[in-house]
């Protein structure tokens, strides 16, 4: 039995542990909050003990793995926590507020030998696998220009919550949802970031609400100029607007939320991939891990990915606060 336990039992925290639950061979024996009413819901629907602390649980259970749904800033303690424990670690995004910490949790799970994912589902969906594909087949050619934007009414439902807590969150929407636009740019075009200048805007907010960033991005040697704009006061409800469009030298590729369009030799073509669910993605990432860390299979959500997104984000906070453009260490 492949013994897990969950760490932020939140509504996120909650629907990973009922996904592993349902996964053959997978059983969730514990869990972790500081909040004594949202340990008691949780042992009363899984019928487990919880703990109030990480090094309370890690000195009472015999665990095979943890899944991390916590605030973003005590990301890096309990998951170094668990590899020390020699436990597999899957984590939501982002993987941690500092560089050096990302660093830090890769070397010490390479050392161990011990799978370390970062919860970034798009690298499980259909439609942003097919903007990869096309970037790759070479339809569009090369590869020179990327425009991104991410949008949702965030701070509205966010600002009274921990995520409105920069001692917790990190940051604010470019850390939370724009994450994951950053982790897509970075995947479909298989590239890593080099520079970067940044604009933020607080909106009268503790954490950043509005974000523009221009990027200079590296594609095997290739040079690609990106712009990304990501805002938490937008209209979409509960799921962000998004697009991601990838200029080439032959042609284009578009993904507006909906419709993926392809452009070259002078001819367009869309297609209308299905949209899947956020549980059905999450039940996939999680399929991932599991059986990444029992050897069945190569981890779809590797960490060093996660790393290039928080050094990203890191190197777009200090170009916002020195307002000047900042080199991106992005290297593992």
């Known amino acids: 039995m492949f013994r897990v336990a969950g760490i932020g039992l939140g509504s996120l925290g909650v629907l990973e542990c009922r996904l592993l639950n349902e996964l053959e061979g997978v059983r969730v024996v514990a869990g972790v909050d500081p909040a004594d009413e949202v340990r008691e819901r949780f042992a009363d629907e899984f019928d487990v003990l919880t703990y109030e602390t990480t090094a309370e649980l890690l000195d009472a259970e015999f665990l095979d793995a943890m899944?991390?749904?916590?605030?973003?800033?005590?990301?890096?303690?309990?998951?170094?926590?668990?590899?020390?424990?020699?436990?597999?670690?899957?984590?939501?995004?982002?993987?941690?507020?500092?560089?050096?910490?990302?660093?830090?949790?890769?070397?010490?799970?390479?050392?161990?030998?011990?799978?370390?994912?970062?919860?970034?589902?798009?690298?499980?969906?259909?439609?942003?696998?097919?903007?990869?594909?096309?970037?790759?087949?070479?339809?569009?050619?090369?590869?020179?220009?990327?425009?991104?934007?991410?949008?949702?009414?965030?701070?509205?439902?966010?600002?009274?919550?921990?995520?409105?807590?920069?001692?917790?969150?990190?940051?604010?929407?470019?850390?939370?949802?724009?994450?994951?636009?950053?982790d897509a740019m970075l995947w479909v075009t298989r590239s890593k970031p080099v520079t970067v200048a940044a604009a933020v805007d607080h909106r009268g907010h503790d954490v950043d609400v509005n974000a523009a960033l221009a990027v200079v991005l590296d594609r095997d040697g290739d040079r690609l100029t990106a712009s990304v704009g990501v805002s938490g006061d937008g209209q979409s409800v509960p799921d962000p607007g998004e697009s991601l469009r990838v200029i080439g030298t032959e042609g284009m590729v578009a993904f507006d939320g909906e419709t993926i369009e392809v452009t070259e030799g002078g001819t367009t073509y869309t297609a209308t991939p299905p949209t899947p669910g956020f549980e059905e993605l999450t039940r996939k990432k999680l399929r991932n891990f599991v059986d990444a860390a029992r050897d069945e299979a190569d981890l779809a959500i590797p960490a060093e990915d996660a790393l290039r997104v928080t050094a990203l984000t890191e190197a777009a906070y200090e170009s916002a606060t020195t307002g000047r453009r900042v080199n991106v260490d992005g290297d593992a």
Not at 91 to 101: I, Q, R, W
Not at 109 to 136: C, I, K, M, N, S
Not at 174 to 179: A, F, I, K, M, T
Request: hydrophobic share 35%; net charge negative; proline share 4%.
């Open 67 to 182: 899944t991390i749904a916590s605030p973003h800033t005590k990301h890096f303690d309990q998951a170094l926590a668990a590899l020390d424990a020699d436990l597999h670690v899957h984590l939501e995004k982002p993987m941690v507020t500092d560089l050096g910490g990302a660093r830090v949790l890769i070397d010490r799970a390479d050392e161990r030998g011990l799978t370390l994912a970062v919860g970034y589902q798009r690298h499980f969906d259909p439609r942003f696998h097919e903007l990869r594909r096309v970037v790759d087949s070479g339809r569009i050619g090369d590869p020179h220009m990327v425009v991104c934007h991410l949008e949702q009414e965030w701070i509205r439902w966010t600002k009274d919550e921990w995520r409105g807590d920069p001692s917790l969150s990190g940051g604010g929407q470019l850390y939370d949802s724009g994450s994951h636009l950053l």
